[in-house]
């Protein structure tokens, strides 16, 4: 079945609102949140008020149906709203997930067509993933190389200094997973 990658356009909004619940790593035996988790403000902040000067994003649409079936954005989360994968206020933080039966190469395609567009803009990029989560086995492919585990949550950067702030660890380990 194929697909097209394309930027998000603000229509897109609620299918990301989904693929952020999608992404939120809920280990085996757990009981999966219920969506108002998606209002918690350390999660939220990834997606509330979708446009801003920063805010840059892929969407991936089946050639047939013209159904959305995976996202991978970047937001910049400074001040008050850093987020768990915060390395610096330059670098954005990367989202990505694809609908559960369409999980087969568009992750790595939408990751690596994100990458492409942050280095051509010359930008870093980081991504915070819980080391439990299988879904980090797609970040090679896309040349997402591991920087360091902390505790249970691995951080992953693209084309810059990786370096997570010391006290900050017990944040990241509660990233997406419930
Ligand atoms: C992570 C995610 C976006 C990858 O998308 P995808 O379309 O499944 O990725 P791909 O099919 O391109 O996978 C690339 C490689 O990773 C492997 N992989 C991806 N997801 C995997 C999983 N859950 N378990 C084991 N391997 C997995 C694939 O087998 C593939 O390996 P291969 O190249 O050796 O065949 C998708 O699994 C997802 O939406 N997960 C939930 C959201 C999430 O966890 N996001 C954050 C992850 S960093």
């Not at 918690?40 to 008020?49: N, Q, S």
């Not at 047939?64 to 079936?69: F, L």
């Amino acid at each position: 079945m194929s697909y097209l990658i394309r930027p998000i356009v603000s229509s897109d909004e609620f299918f990301l609102w989904e693929m952020l619940y999608q992404a939120i790593y809920v280990p085996p035996g757990i009981e999966p949140p219920g969506r108002d988790i998606l209002r918690r403000p350390e999660i939220e902040r990834y997606l509330r008020g979708w446009g801003r000067t920063h805010d840059f994003g892929l969407v991936a649409v089946d050639a047939t149906t013209s159904m959305r079936i995976g996202a991978a954005w970047w937001r910049l989360l400074t001040g008050g709203e850093k987020g768990y994968g915060y390395i610096d206020d330059e670098t954005p933080e990367l989202t990505v997930a694809v609908v559960p039966k369409r999980r087969q190469g568009v992750g790595t395609q939408l990751l690596g067509q994100l990458i492409d567009v942050a280095q051509h803009r010359c930008l870093s990029l980081s991504l915070s993933v819980s080391s439990a989560n299988p879904g980090r086995a797609a970040l090679p492919a896309a040349g997402i190389r591991n920087c360091r585990d902390l505790r249970n949550v691995a951080c992953h950067e693209v084309g810059g200094a990786c370096e997570v702030h010391s006290g900050r660890e017990s944040r990241l380990s509660s990233r997406f997973s419930v």
